[in-house]
């Protein structure tokens, strides 16, 4: 895999599947906008890494969820390298609740999600397009879920959210086809991260990877290394002839089958 004279902007890449991607694409020689909201440090020091694996970072702080600020990463790298080519929708949000308790989302709720997980996606590519469609090999990779292809998940509001950014994936790889900009949606089923923990604190995460662990054929818990590979694979040229797909990686989760006799 070779990025070598690329760009990428990474949203929400100071920590997880995002910091990771970042750090794959700078390894094999690409150049990365490393986006954070509001942990300065945690992206400086992604910013960092990719340059000691051999490619270049810049660090922009900005919260994809307001639409300014998605112009403003992709000025940031236009600015500094006069290019884009690799877009990686990364950024994402969710409230936890149980999917029969209805009272326990409202409007607010909704709207919050869907301005991160789904509205921030498509105005980075509105604002990526015109710069993108100068590339020889352009490519958007929307990070989505399984959520959004079985309806399961964190909340209502964030199943719903990904099963949108999935047919926005699709919509938009048609919309684009024209211009030779490929897009593409990876589903993760659940990833063991730092985010994660935080959000369910140790005790409650420890039992979900166990329960986790539990649900799929090869009885693991994914880290945020073990999807990069598939964000790598749509993001570089050895997929130029792939559009519009959603790649579930969930170590067979959704496979609904008896995993032991």
């Known amino acids: 895999m070779d990025f070598t004279g690329q760009v990428a902007i990474v949203t929400g890449s100071s920590a997880g599947i995002g910091a990771d991607a970042a750090l794959g694409i700078a390894k094999h020689g690409g150049k990365v906008v490393v986006n954070y909201a509001s942990n300065q440090a945690a992206g400086e020091a992604i910013a960092a890494k990719c340059k000691e694996l051999g490619g270049d970072a810049i660090t922009v ?37 149980n999917h029969d308790n209805l009272e326990g989302l409202d409007k607010n709720d909704f709207e919050q999600i869907y301005a991160l997980n789904l509205i921030a996606p498509y105005q980075m590519v509105k604002q990526a397009r015109p710069h993108m469609k100068n590339s020889d090999a352009p490519s958007i ?110 170590g067979g989760m959704l496979l609904g089958m008896p995993f032991s006799q």
């Not at 994809?64 to 877009?87: H, P």
């Open 141 to 250: 990779v929307n990070i989505s879920s399984v959520a959004g292809v079985r309806g399961i998940g964190s909340s209502i509001a964030y199943a719903a959210s990904k099963g949108a950014l999935n047919s926005a994936t699709m919509a938009l790889a048609r919309a684009l086809g024209k211009d030779k900009i490929r897009v593409n949606a990876v589903c993760p089923g659940f990833v063991g991260t730092d985010w994660f923990r935080n959000a369910l604190g140790e005790e409650a995460f420890a039992a979900i990877s166990d329960a986790q662990r539990q649900l799929t054929p090869m009885n693991q818990v994914a880290g945020s290394e073990d999807i990069t590979g598939p964000i790598m694979f749509f993001a570089s040229r050895h997929s130029q002839h792939v559009t519009g797909q959603l790649l579930v990686v969930d």
């Open 61 to 97: 702080g900005a919260d994809v969820s307001e639409d300014a600020n998605c112009k403003m990463l992709v000025d940031a790298a236009m600015d500094t390298w006069g290019q884009l080519d690799i877009l990686v929708n990364n950024a994402g949000t969710t409230k936890f609740m």
